[in-house]
């Protein structure tokens, strides 16, 4: 009896500092959410704002010479995918859309991989230079960044038109006879955007080759594995991270890219971003051009999702 008339005080101050732990805790995540609050704010207004106002419009009327008018209608949707003949109503695929769209894409995936072959010897290249010169080289590697997006498009114009410096060069040492018509086409756009998201890939693969213990490089070495294999089985996978990460950096930017396919591809080869502002622009049809910019941002997400996954899939294995 005595026994349990000791006990009891005790449970009731255990439970009692229970409690007040409880109640303590549940006051920081009050204070964390006000202190927060205010951010919060911004960021609906500022970045969710927008996106509402864009979904929005994407369902209804485009007006008569621009703008919007409030009646509800999925044409904006519908003219995404689909067209209809003006004289016969008849419905065929939007060919124009479905071409852009695939230009985008084979062109974003075709200027990662550009930025992946010149940007990962030169990751590890200034990732085996001496830790003292490795800032130099990194410096070195930003430089492109200090200059406006327009004028290093201008310098990759003035580098491949017709009368530019690659064909100056060749027809002056006799090895064409004509100027190679480069500007205005796919391969410009590419061009200007590799050059221009070419650090977005360097940077992320250098952040992982930076930790490398390069003694499984000299292991591999040692076991008589050719260059081919250490690059393939100890250099590739431990640079995986940045590897992906760089080529996410690299994709997203190129798939809205504007400026450069607007320069470079001359109005002839359009992608995503210059159908999105002609809609907004000339066009006058502000449903489809949001309905386009939703389009290309599902596209983003798409490339997030495969990036987050896989990342979840990689650390699951490590556990």
Not at 184 to 194: K, P
Request: with cysteine.
């Amino acid at each position: 009896m005595g026994e349990a008339q000791t006990k009891a005080p005790g449970t009731g101050t255990g439970s009692q500092v229970q409690a007040s732990a409880e109640r303590a805790r549940k006051a920081r995540v009050r204070a964390h959410w006000l202190l927060n609050t205010p951010a919060l704010i911004i960021l609906l207004c500022a970045a969710s704002g927008p996106l509402f106002v864009v979904i929005i419009y994407s369902f209804l009327t485009p007006g008569d010479y621009g703008g919007i008018e409030w009646a509800f209608s999925l044409d904006g949707w519908f003219s995404v995918f689909m067209q209809r003949d003006i004289f016969e109503g008849t419905l065929s695929v939007a060919d124009a859309h479905m071409s852009i769209l695939w230009r985008s894409v084979r062109l974003s995936l075709l200027t990662t991989l550009t930025a992946f072959v010149l940007g990962f010897p030169t990751a590890y290249f200034i990732a085996t230079r001496p830790r003292e010169t490795r800032n130099v080289w990194l410096f070195l590697i930003t430089i492109p960044f200090w200059v406006n997006l327009l004028i290093r498009t201008f310098a990759i114009m003035e580098l491949i038109r017709n009368k530019g410096v690659i064909n100056t060069i060749l027809m002056s040492t006799g090895i064409i006879e004509q100027p190679i018509q480069m500007l205005f086409t796919d391969f410009a756009i590419m061009v200007g955007m590799t050059y221009v998201y070419l650090p977005l890939m360097v940077l992320p693969i250098y952040a992982s080759m930076e930790k490398f213990d390069f003694r499984l490089v000299e292991a591999g070495y040692d076991l008589y594995a050719t260059r081919m294999k250490v690059l393939r089985r100890i250099i590739l996978p431990l640079a995986k991270p940045g590897i992906v990460a760089g080529s996410i950096l690299v994709f997203i930017p190129s798939l809205g890219a504007y400026v450069t396919p607007r320069i470079l591809g001359g109005g002839k080869n359009m992608m995503l971003g210059n159908l999105i502002a002609l809609q907004f622009g000339q066009g006058r049809n502000w449903p489809l051009g949001s309905a386009l910019a939703l389009t290309l941002l599902a596209m983003v997400m798409v490339a997030l999702l495969i990036y987050v996954r896989g990342v979840a899939k990689q650390d699951s294995g490590r556990h």
